[in-house]
């Protein structure tokens, strides 16, 4: 059953409606409520008056720092990044950043909470701000945090400068990311409802036990007294992994009213108080003897964060594993800004630093006169050249030959913008793609019910990845029973806990623990006489066990391995770029992509993830990009006319090849995540295919038509 292309199981739920969405759980009583901004970077509420806004038509409550209830430590009890953030829970008149929350109000009907925080009136103490990461940066004193919390923010191997004077091609320039934001279709949403002193939250999140653990102590109440579901998630990105000031929020509305009270973000306010990818300056030098062999690379990142927590774009870590190089020194920096804080965002680091990475690359092996997958070649890493221990498995040489093979990649000139179809400037440009495997413990349970089913419960998360169906199939497989025989169930606190549903480990970490619990299972139904799982014989063992379900219940967690092998997962991608001669409008219509990914669970499901992912490259290669007033921190684009992302044609081709790939160590099902590495590479080999195709080399993305025009002027 594992690697089987089923169709998703929950797909007919979602094409009828019939999933059910955080903001879709059904209450009686139900009230709303409605964030209201702050419309300055920096300062002080001086004054705010909600007399109008109370008196408006429905409205039940006005929430403000002058009546908000006063919570532990100020709201700060539960703080403890990522999963654990500083909020903005009415404690206080500060102001960080423009779009910061100040009021809620909360009213019978969305229509009557929306028109009742339109009549807040706020004045403030307006104080400078630093908003814009280009003019920050040159007076600005940054500073380090480890990154994750777990990595040393600079590295060093081997003698960097005395390398670069021995290297005969140096490459030294600087390569930039802008701030980006999620935008996932489904808005950040949460209702809130209180029993007595339980608390339950129906929120749109990836880690249902980080929100019950964090709300419980912000709100200095125990943990059992805090529920989560969440059944369904309409994308997230890594926006969702964490618990935002509204999920607090509603709770605090919800206890001071004494009903439900749903809380559902607008567009324009998933800009600023829920997260993005920060901005990123890269230094990038690379340097060479001229038979290819790279001697040193040097890279410093500077990443944006908030004036109020530490954030840090992981950029540099694929910088000191993925080459076989003798110096290299990584360092990261941190640039406080008066903007919310940023968070995870699909390949998060690795996204925006193989753009760097990636895109040096590229430009040292034409300076060598080297084709670009023959300079990746010749520095091919066998072993983690950081760690100097083995990969537990690494297909990257097959992935090459098979994307290039598959590409047609042989046909491709040396000279830059020496192919042309009519009006079109045609390249072609690639780049590696790699994202860490990783695993945490999760748990599971499984019992045989007395109608003879089969279920599965694990609090892991579904936000458009195909979790249902996968954890189904690995379950199947164990027992030796029809898919169809299995319900898997997952996005309750009352389930054994599972960690985040990020950073690509749901199938790693859930997987074994599903794959555990359902042997288990298997133990336990032995154990009274079972031999067969078919129903008739199920019932007979229920029935044997007094008519109860039979259960059992298993752990899974990472072992002494973590220390003994580098893992990780590898790719190449692929691309072809053409960009109009005249109107410098680029095109890419196709994409190429080979990728080492362990086992597959699910191939159909595997391919729609990468597809997914290389889409997500596509759009901060060509169109992503948060546009903010440097005067007044305001988001210029906050919607979805002006903040581009792909539409179906901007889509062409994309050919998804799996390397076939065991891994006997990553984790007991050798399975590796693939969510977000078919993000990574994608922005740099795009970039190398538009300078291919135009001779202009884009540092800073977006890749826009303005950058790459006058083409007339190229060479």
């Not at 080459?323 to 990261?332: G, I, R």
Request: proline content about 6%.
């Amino acid at each position: 059953m594992i690697g089987d292309p089923l169709n998703r199981l929950d797909g007919r739920l979602k094409v009828t409606g019939a999933a059910r969405y955080s903001a879709e759980w059904p209450h009686d009583r139900l009230a709303y409520g409605v964030v209201v901004q702050s419309t300055i970077p920096r300062g002080e509420i001086a004054s705010i008056d909600t007399a109008e806004a109370s008196a408006a038509p429905g409205v039940l409550a006005v929430l403000t720092a002058e009546n908000a209830p006063r919570l532990p430590q100020d709201g700060r009890a539960g703080v403890s990044p990522p999963a654990g953030r500083e909020l903005s829970l009415l404690q206080t008149r500060e102001v960080r950043y423009n779009g910061e929350p100040i009021a809620l109000v909360v009213a019978e009907s969305f229509e009557q909470a929306t028109y009742a925080a339109s009549l807040v009136r706020a004045a403030y103490r307006v104080a400078p701000a630093a908003i814009d990461m280009e003019r920050a940066l040159p007076s600005a004193e940054p500073y380090t945090q480890k990154i994750l919390g777990l990595f040393e923010p600079a590295s060093r191997r081997g003698h960097v400068r005395d390398a670069l004077q021995r290297c005969d091609a140096t490459i030294d320039h600087r390569y930039t990311t802008p701030l980006e934001t999620h935008n996932a279709m489904e808005p950040h949403a949460t209702i809130a409802q209180w029993d007595g002193d339980r608390l339950t939250l129906y929120d749109a999140t990836q880690y249902v036990y980080g929100v019950k653990r964090f709300v419980a102590k912000t709100l200095g109440i125990p943990d059992d007294r805090v529920r989560v579901v969440s059944k369904f998630v309409g994308g997230a990105f890594g926006s969702k992994g964490s618990a935002w000031s509204h999920v607090v929020l509603a709770a605090m509305a919800a206890r001071h009213i004494e009903r439900p009270v749903k809380v559902v973000l607008t567009r324009r306010q998933m800009f600023g108080p829920v997260g993005a990818r920060p901005y990123t300056v890269q230094h990038l030098v690379v340097g060479a003897r001229k038979d290819g062999a790279i001697l040193a690379i040097r890279q410093d990142v500077d990443s944006s964060t908030s004036t109020f927590e530490d954030w840090v774009e992981s950029s540099s870590l694929q910088t000191r594993m993925l080459y076989d190089v003798p110096n290299v020194e990584t360092s990261q920096r941190l640039v406080r800004l008066n903007l919310g804080t940023p968070t995870f965002n699909r390949g998060p680091g690795e996204s925006s630093g193989t753009f760097g990475l990636e895109s040096a690359i590229d430009e040292l092996a034409e300076t060598l006169g080297l084709e670009p997958i023959e300079l990746r070649l010749k520095n091919y890493a066998e072993r983690d050249p950081e760690r100097g221990i083995p990969f537990s498995s690494k297909s990257l040489r097959a992935c090459y030959a098979r994307a290039a093979e598959r590409f047609g990649w042989a046909r491709r000139p040396a000279a830059p913008r020496s192919m042309r179809d009519g009006d079109a400037l045609v390249g072609f440009g690639m780049s590696t793609a790699t994202y860490p495997a990783k695993r945490l413990p999760a748990s599971a349970s499984a019992s045989l019910e007395p109608d003879g089913s089969i279920v599965v419960r694990a609090a892991t998360h579904e936000f458009g990845t195909g979790t249902y169906t996968s954890m189904s199939q690995i379950a199947a497989e164990a027992l030796g029973v029809p898919v169809e025989r299995i319900r898997f169930e997952l996005g309750d606190t009352e389930y054994p806990e599972n960690p985040i549903s990020a950073g690509s480990m749901t199938a790693a970490s859930t997987g074994p623990a599903v794959h555990a619990a359902a042997l288990a299972l298997g133990d336990r139904i032995a154990s009274l006489g079972g031999s067969a799982l078919d129903l008739e014989s199920c019932r007979a063992i229920v029935a044997k066990n007094g008519g109860r379900a039979v259960e059992a219940t298993a752990r899974a967690a990472p072992g002494a391995e973590q220390g003994k092998y580098s893992m990780h997962s590898f790719g190449a991608v692929l691309v072809e770029a053409r960009v109009d001669a005249d109107l410098g409008e680029i095109r890419i219509p196709r994409i190429v992509a080979a990728y080492g990914v362990g086992r597959v669970l699910n191939a159909q499901l595997a391919r729609s993830q990468l597809v997914g992912g290389i889409v997500y490259g596509v759009s901060m290669a060509l169109h992503e990009h948060s546009a903010i007033d440097p005067r007044t921190g305001r988001y210029l684009n906050a919607d979805l006319s002006e903040y581009l992302v792909p539409v179906n044609r901007d889509i062409g081709d994309i050919d998804v090849i799996l390397a076939d790939e065991d891994d006997p160590h990553v984790d007991p099902i050798g399975v590796k995540g693939i969510g977000e590495i078919g993000t990574t590479g994608v922005a740099a080999a795009i970039a190398n295919a538009v300078y291919h195709a135009t001779g202009v080399r884009i540092r800073d993305l977006p890749i826009t038509l303005d950058k790459v025009l006058p083409l007339s002027a190229s060479p």
